[in-house]
């Protein structure tokens, strides 16, 4: 495959997210809009309805506030990928979780959900995009970068890796720091920062 860019999900790339999640094999993706974690209430309404028309417009308000809830992969103009990510507390179901719970205090950035059409699995858009995602939570001011991948026995169904596989967080450069529940490792990895990087992230507003 082609070199990717990874670009930030603005207001202007909106249609290019929306193509991502109603392509083939992102049937997940359109019932959540990756809103599944930073909500806290209950995800499936009385009777099984999904509110999936109110959480797709409030992953959209996120986006037109800014700073960019995830990153866009491109090959050449064509999107064929997505992650989402931000500091953990953006996460709150996360406090929640068994698999996910914090490890300590530190304030941290967490990578989450990935998204990638059936047609450009298999083909490094992942990878592409976890490289991407470090370098703008570096570029936002984040001293550590977290994730919560998969790890499992034998092969699973594509759909259910949104979280990535262990292999490729150890590939770059993460490290596992916890363990709460067998297959799902809580992966870390520390960013240095330069001087005048870490002057500019104190200045920026929350």
């Given at each position: 495959m082609p070199t990717l860019a990874i670009r930030p999900l603005t207001p202007e790339r909106w249609p290019d997210?929306?193509?991502?999640?109603?392509?083939?094999?992102?049937?997940?993706?359109?019932?959540?809009?990756?809103?599944?974690?930073?909500?806290?209430?209950?995800?499936?309404?009385?009777g099984g309805k999904q509110p999936v028309q109110a959480r797709k417009q409030s992953l959209r308000d996120l986006v037109t506030r800014g700073p960019a809830p995830g990153l866009i992969a491109y090959l050449?103009?064509?999107p064929v990928g997505w992650v989402t990510l931000g500091p953990r507390e953006d996460f709150r179901r996360l406090a929640r979780s068994r698999a996910m719970k914090a490890v300590d205090d530190k304030p941290v950035w967490s990578i989450v959900c990935f998204v990638v059409p059936s047609e450009f699995r298999g083909q490094g858009v992942a990878t592409a995009l976890l490289e991407g995602a470090v370098a703008y939570a570096k570029k936002q001011g984040a001293t550590?970068?977290?994730?919560?991948?998969?790890?499992?026995?034998?092969?699973?169904?594509?759909?259910?890796?949104w979280f990535g596989k262990k292999s490729m967080y150890?590939?770059?450069?993460?490290?596992?720091?916890?363990?709460?529940?067998?297959?799902?490792?809580v992966m870390r990895k520390a960013l240095r920062q330069s001087p005048a990087r870490k002057k500019a992230a104190a200045r920026r507003p929350p």
């Open positions: 997210l929306e193509a991502v999640f109603m392509a083939r094999g992102c049937s997940v993706a359109r019932g959540c809009w990756c809103m599944f974690y930073r909500e806290t209430g209950a995800f499936i309404l009385p050449g103009k064509r550590l970068v977290e994730a919560y991948p998969k790890e499992p026995e034998g092969k699973v169904a594509d759909d259910s890796l150890d590939k770059a450069g993460f490290a596992e720091v916890a363990r709460h529940v067998p297959d799902r490792p």
